[in-house]
């Protein structure tokens, strides 16, 4: 006895050559998921600032710097990635604020720079055009209650010191007048933070342009 078939009157039935292979019941690995947005450019004319790095004075030096190299710290707002966030915003607001503004901001990064070495790291400044001002300052790795600093507060210390530079270089007289610090030149409210990236050992270098947001 033959099964009688069943056409739905709503639906023509497909040619054999036209059917998908596709199966819900395949494993979700097999599902190619839709790619994201391209990211909006926050600063399309920013610019970085070159800056000589810091090199290791002895081959002891720099083959203990070169086994513990360690990642970029980055710094961006949340929902974007390599684009920095403006050293004013920072230095303008407290920790909540910062907070708000910052992706991953409790990243307890102090930990992963001391690789319980150190209780500090010294931070170098190399503007181009002011070999004069040797800018080297220390930054606790911790906090007043003991604990790993965090990716806020790290942007915090950071935008601080460049504050303090600026401040002390306006009034240095310029070696390239392209990067002149002043309010003929630039100023700290068009600074970008974009990480903080081991130099040598323990020292290390704000990766940093000149920008205004789109």
């Given at each position: 006895m033959t099964t009688p078939s069943f056409q739905n009157p709503l639906h023509v039935p497909l040619h054999p050559s036209k059917q998908s292979s596709y199966s819900t019941l395949l494993s979700p690995r097999h599902v190619v998921p839709p790619s994201a947005p391209p990211?909006?450019?926050?600063?399309?004319?920013?610019?970085?600032v070159p800056q000589h790095l810091h090199t290791a004075t002895s081959k002891w030096k720099a083959a203990m710097s070169q086994g513990r190299k360690l990642a970029p710290i980055t710094f961006d707002y949340v929902g974007y990635t390599g684009q920095g966030i403006p050293m004013c915003e920072i230095a303008s607001r407290a920790s909540y604020g910062i907070e708000q503004l910052l992706d991953r901001p409790l990243d307890t990064v102090g930990s992963t720079i001391?690789?319980?070495?150190h209780q500090h790291v010294t931070l170098k400044i190399f503007w181009p055009g002011y070999p004069q001002l040797d800018w080297t300052r220390q930054i606790n790795l911790t906090n007043t209650s003991g604990k790993p600093i965090t990716r806020a507060?790290?942007?915090?210390?950071?935008?601080l010191q460049f504050a303090r530079f600026f401040?002390?270089?306006q009034f240095e007289q310029a070696k390239d007048a392209q990067w002149r610090i002043g309010v003929t030149g630039i100023t700290f409210d068009s600074m970008i933070l974009l990480s903080l990236t081991q130099?040598?050992?323990n020292v290390w270098v704000a990766e940093v342009a000149t920008g205004t947001r789109a």
């Open positions: 990211q909006r450019a926050l600063f399309p004319r920013k610019k970085i001391s690789l319980g070495l507060q790290l942007a915090s210390a950071v935008s401040e002390k270089a130099a040598c050992d």
